[in-house]
């Protein structure tokens, strides 16, 4: 995918984070499974800017599916730290690939990364769409 700077700065959305108390183990340390929750809130935040988030989505006819994810853990978040979590879209030829970055917002510290692949379904059929459902490609203009 080659695209200009303009479309790039289309294609990515940075979320703020206030690590809630909720979210950690004893040793005051974020549980490995929430950091896909943050993942979660930078891709519905990047969705809504481009005017399909899950209202949009459950009327497109398509059921998007998360068929695959990933993290890799760098440092730990704690109770309090403010992160920014970052999405960005990586593909959307055959399926939808997200990109994520999670970063201490005081020092700048690279805390995680990871991804996310979504595939379209069709809702009525629950056929597995081969190629990005053109729906989703509109919004991208």
Known sequence: MTTSAKNRSKRASKVEIDVPFYDVDGLNIVWH???????????TAFLRSIGFDAPEMRR????WLVIESHCR???????GMKVLV????ADFEHRVKF????????TRRRLA???TVQAAV?????????MTPPIFLRHLK
């Open 113 to 115: 990364t990871g991804y």
């Open 33 to 43: 499974g929430h950091y896909f929750k943050y993942f979660e809130a930078a891709r």
């Open 86 to 89: 970052r999405a960005s879209l």
């Open 73 to 79: 853990y760098v440092a730990p978040m704690r109770y």
């Open 122 to 130: 069709h809702a009525k059929t629950g056929e597995l769409c081969l």
């Open 60 to 63: 497109s006819g398509y059921i």
């Open 99 to 106: 990109l994520y970055t999670v970063f201490d917002k005081k």
